[in-house]
Each structure stands twice: as structure tokens, then as C-alpha cells.
């Protein structure tokens, strides 16, 4: 028989990193936006696009996981009271539009419809990611409370979850191989008051001409810097004109089409070779600050109106369906629940849109949480969070055919999700598709 003693009166062995501990040592950087100063207010309707010109520091590369933007926001109006007030819809939805481009000029990502992805990256996650630091409170919108410390600012902390400063992206950055003064260009452009504030409580005169102003805006860059030596074979690989430095990225983009009849096909054209998922989400038409849900995500069998209840959907790609048969609900929506937890291998993972209202329905059903939407999954298993490339080409026509219990009036925003490589070759930085055969599945 084998005998166990306790992990800890064994001697313990470690693994060295670089061959000295000078050879990688953290600097934390905090990053003003060009052409401003630390007085600047942004607002939606005059300054309103936030820039950073993210330098090419020597021998750095970034660590998204460890960078954050922070910045203070104060709500702006007339009759703005502590008891009756504004706030940001849960997960802070301030940009509507992302734009990344390399220090040449190459539009690397231009997510539009930004707001709308936040709020879907919020409702995806776990019951655990409650964050009131990033502006997430849980299943709702914030309470009158936060919109009275937002009279006069509240600093808020938040992480991108795409793209190349994805908080999780698999590698670090080498800023000193993408450009000669500078890396990259981002460029946040501020939401509409009426696509990011609701009013909350109660009591006065209701508030009018509701807006925002955003000051301090600091891209805090956690830098690991080398030494020359160790930097020096990391520039031997990327000017080499046999070897490349290829780092994966995923990104979103959203296309947007009216929904005015019962039934509609609507066509996703997005020439992409690696489409991993497509987001559908319909929201009303306009939107306006008042005392609702901000950013509501209709189409759920508990929805009051007909015409904002889907009753039957499905996903064609060229001749093929997605499903053999349209998914058809009409009391509730759990296998549409079940097709988004699968569609993010989460279904042994508590999530924010599964949790009861109710003993009856989910949050993902509820008409006031109003969280419902559909995806068409691409990937066939949960290999692909380690890395196994999936998905399909959009070459392909893709198509959705949806079906409301009356004609609505709705929009739909499919963000196609997509797999890219930003790859360093020979000194230059390109982004490319991933072609099919170019990575070894099994």
C-alpha cells in the first residue's frame, strides 16, 4: 500500500523564471489622452471621443490582464435631486463605439454598437462577478443611491473583454515591436445620454435635459520591461524574415437591420473566415432617459406585447440549418437558456441570466429583467477555451429567420463574433484572418 503525508513537510520545489530577477521587472504607467489636459470633460454632445495614443515603450510589453481604465463620471441636468436622479444602466454602457488602429494607420477593430455588447458581456457573466467598481450591480440597474453620489462623480475602474486589450487575452503585448513612437491608437466615443442613463426614484419635479460629463480619463498600463539582452532575442524573431510572432485575438462586429414584419430573414454579411458565434439582440427602436430599464433586450415568451414576443427562430448557413427544426417557445425559454450557456461551455457555472426571479422563470425570461436574446454557436467543443481554433466562414450566407407572436418594431443587432491574428513578421505588424488549415486542430 502507498503511504500520503501532507503536501507540506515535503520539500518544495519552484520553478525560476528569467535567469535573473532583473531580467523582467513590472512598471505601472498611467497614460493621459493626447491632446487634453487633466481639467477636460468630455460629454456626448461636444467633446465627446476619448483618444490614446499608447506609446511603443522600449523593451515592454503590456499585461491586459493587469491594465485598467479608470476615469470619474458626474450626472448633469435640471431637477436632479438625491432622491429623484439619474445613473448608468448595469454594467456601465458609457461608449458606444471601440476603434483600435496600429501605429500606420490599420484599422485593427471598430466595434459599434458598443453599449449594447457591454450589457450582453454583463448579462453573460457569473453570479460571482458582481462589481460595482466597473459600474455592475448585480441583475439590475443601480439604485437611487449610486445616482445620488453620481450629482457629484463617482470613479469607476473598468477592463475591456475584447478585442486586442482584452483583459484575457493569452499573450502580452510587445509594444516595443508595433511602431516606431507609438503602439496603438484607441479612441472611445462617449454614449448618448439617452443609449446609457435612466432616471431612478422619485418625489420633486422629474428631471429634464439629463446628461453626463466625464473627467480624468487614465489608461493605468501595467508594463513588464526586459533587459536588452533577453528584449534583444525577442527582436531576433520578429525581423526575421522566416519567423513570426502571432498573437490571437478575438473581436465583434455588429450589424443592424429593422424588424417591421411577423416574420423576417434577415441577412448577416460579414466576409470573415473564422465566425465563432452570432449575438442577436433586439432592442426597441429609440430610447430615452426616463424611469425604465436602460437598454432593454426584448423578444422573451414573458414579454407584455406580441409584438416584442419571438415565437419560433433559427439560423441558416448556405443550405444548412442550424437547428433542424425552429426553436419554438411559447410559455417559456429554456432551451433557448440552454443554447447561450452551451454556446459559452457554462453550463456547469452558475451565470447571471439563470438565476431564479422566481420558482417559474429565469432572469432570462423575466419581462422586467428583459436579458433575452439568441446565438447561433459555430464551435463544436470546449477545446476552443484552450485554444483549438473553430468556427466557420462567413463566405458562407448566413441568414436568421425570426417570427414575433405580432408585426413588431424592433431592431436587431447581430455581433458576429471572430477570431484574428495580430502577427509581427520581418519588423512590420499586420493583422490577418485565420485561414483554414493554417492551425493543427488534433
Not at 457629484?152 to 509594444?175: E, I, N
Amino acid at each position: 500500500m502507498s503511504k500520503a503525508v501532507p503536501s507540506k513537510m515535503l520539500p518544495m520545489s519552484e520553478t525560476m523564471g528569467a535567469d535573473a530577477f532583473r531580467d523582467i521587472t513590472v512598471e505601472r504607467v498611467k497614460l493621459q489622452p493626447i491632446g487634453v489636459n487633466a481639467a477636460t470633460a468630455y460629454t456626448p454632445s461636444a467633446l465627446n471621443k476619448i483618444h490614446f495614443r499608447l506609446p511603443a515603450y522600449s523593451a515592454s510589453f503590456l499585461d491586459n490582464s493587469r491594465t485598467f481604465l479608470s476615469f470619474t463620471v458626474q450626472t448633469t441636468g435640471t431637477d436632479l435631486t438625491s432622491t429623484h436622479n439619474a445613473v448608468f444602466g448595469n454594467g456601465l454602457p458609457i461608449f458606444n463605439r471601440m476603434l483600435i488602429k496600429s501605429s500606420n494607420g490599420l484599422v485593427i477593430e471598430d466595434i459599434t454598437q458598443y453599449h449594447l455588447l457591454t450589457r450582453l458581456f454583463t448579462i453573460l457573466s457569473t453570479e460571482e462577478e458582481y462589481r460595482i467598481q466597473e459600474g455592475v450591480y448585480g441583475v439590475d440597474d443601480p439604485d437611487v443611491t449610486v445616482g445620488n453620489q453620481l450629482l457629484t462623480g463617482l470613479k469607476y475602474t473598468v477592463q475591456f473583454d475584447s478585442g486586442l486589450l482584452d483583459k484575457k487575452l493569452k499573450a502580452f503585448l510587445p509594444l516595443f515591436m508595433m511602431g516606431s513612437s507609438y503602439a496603438l491608437d484607441l479612441e472611445l466615443f462617449l454614449s448618448s445620454p439617452a443609449e446609457c442613463l435612466r432616471l431612478q426614484g422619485s418625489g420633486g419635479t422629474t428631471p429634464t435635459g439629463v446628461s453626463y460629463s466625464l473627467t480624468n480619463p487614465i489608461m493605468n498600463l501595467c508594463l513588464l520591461k526586459m533587459d536588452n539582452q533577453l528584449c534583444s532575442r525577442y527582436n531576433a524573431i520578429a525581423c526575421d524574415p522566416d519567423q513570426a510572432i502571432v498573437i490571437p485575438f478575438t473581436t465583434y462586429r455588429c450589424h443592424v437591420h429593422t424588424l417591421n414584419s411577423q416574420t423576417s430573414v434577415v441577412h448577416i454579411n460579414d466576409a470573415s473566415t473564422n465566425v465563432r458565434r452570432i449575438w442577436s439582440v433586439f432592442t426597441p427602436v429609440s430610447q430615452s432617459v426616463s424611469n425604465a430599464l436602460k437598454l432593454p433586450f426584448k423578444g422573451s415568451s414573458k414579454q407584455g406585447s406580441s409584438a416584442e414576443k419571438i415565437t419560433s427562430y433559427n439560423y441558416r448557413l448556405g443550405n444548412q440549418f442550424l437547428f433542424n427544426e425552429p426553436v419554438v417557445e411559447a410559455a417559456d425559454n429554456k432551451e433557448t437558456l440552454f443554447f447561450v450557456k452551451d454556446s459559452v461551455w457554462s453550463n456547469d457555472k452558475p451565470m447571471l441570466l439563470a438565476k431564479n426571479e422566481s420558482s417559474l422563470v429565469t432572469n432570462f425570461e423575466s419581462s422586467s429583467k428583459e436579458m433575452y436574446f439568441t446565438v447561433a454557436n459555430m464551435t463544436y467543443s470546449s477545446e476552443e477555451m484552450r485554444g483549438v481554433v473553430q468556427g466557420t466562414s462567413s463566405a458562407i450566407p448566413i441568414e436568421l429567420n425570426v417570427s414575433f407572436g405580432a408585426t413588431p418594431t424592433l431592431l436587431v443587432n447581430n455581433f458576429v463574433e471572430i477570431g484574428f491574428d495580430l502577427v509581427i513578421k520581418n519588423g512590420q505588424l499586420r493583422y490577418q484572418e485565420k485561414m483554414p488549415g493554417s492551425n493543427t486542430v488534433y
